[in-house]
């Protein structure tokens, strides 16, 4: 059942696309919840890059070269990643940016995955927009995300991924699925959101 499971959340912050370049990450947040020990954990780190941030990623995340002077190399942040995400089920909001990432670390295991993305287009299929921060304004859910992450805001990684769990919760409680086996929220069936977008 759901409620006898761990969530742990994961964002990752980009140095951003560039031409020749393969993007990586500047940033990581990480949250944990569960319907009985509510969210806790938190961890946020910036990630030292081998290339410049380019003007576009720095517009969105406000994260600069200077934020990344003293930060760790990505791969000796592998034990924190492992305790947090480890046996535990894995939430994102749009996994796949998280998952890319995580490839880092060959053969990691981390699994399942729960995509709040996915979970959101199932649940509120009409919605107008599913991106993280509009649904969580929609929900009136920013307030409690900000009062998690004091001194953060979007597109900070630990307020992503915090906003996810936030959603999550909301979903689970709001739906009463706290005593549904995981599988629903793993496999949500979206035909309702695509039968609506080709109309």
Known sequence: MIRQ????????????????????????GMAMWTTDSGHHRPFVSFIRADRPITWAAQKVHGIGSA???????FMT????????????????????????????????????????????????PDLPSHALGDLCNHFQLSSKVSELTPGKTWHDALYDATASLVLLEYLIDTLKLSNSPLDVLIHPDTSDWHRIRRT
């Open 67 to 73: 934020d990344l002077a003293d930060a760790p190399a």
């Open 77 to 124: 942040l592998w034990p924190e990643i492992k305790s947090t995400l480890g046996g535990n089920v894995v939430v994102a909001h749009g996994h796949g940016t998280e998952k890319r990432y995580l490839r880092a670390f060959p053969a990691h295991g981390f699994e399942p995955w729960v995509d709040t993305l996915l979970l959101a287009r199932a649940a509120w």
């Open 5 to 28: 499971h761990t969530f742990a959340a994961i964002d990752f912050e980009s140095a951003g696309a560039a031409r020749g370049k393969t993007d990586v990450p500047v940033q990581i």
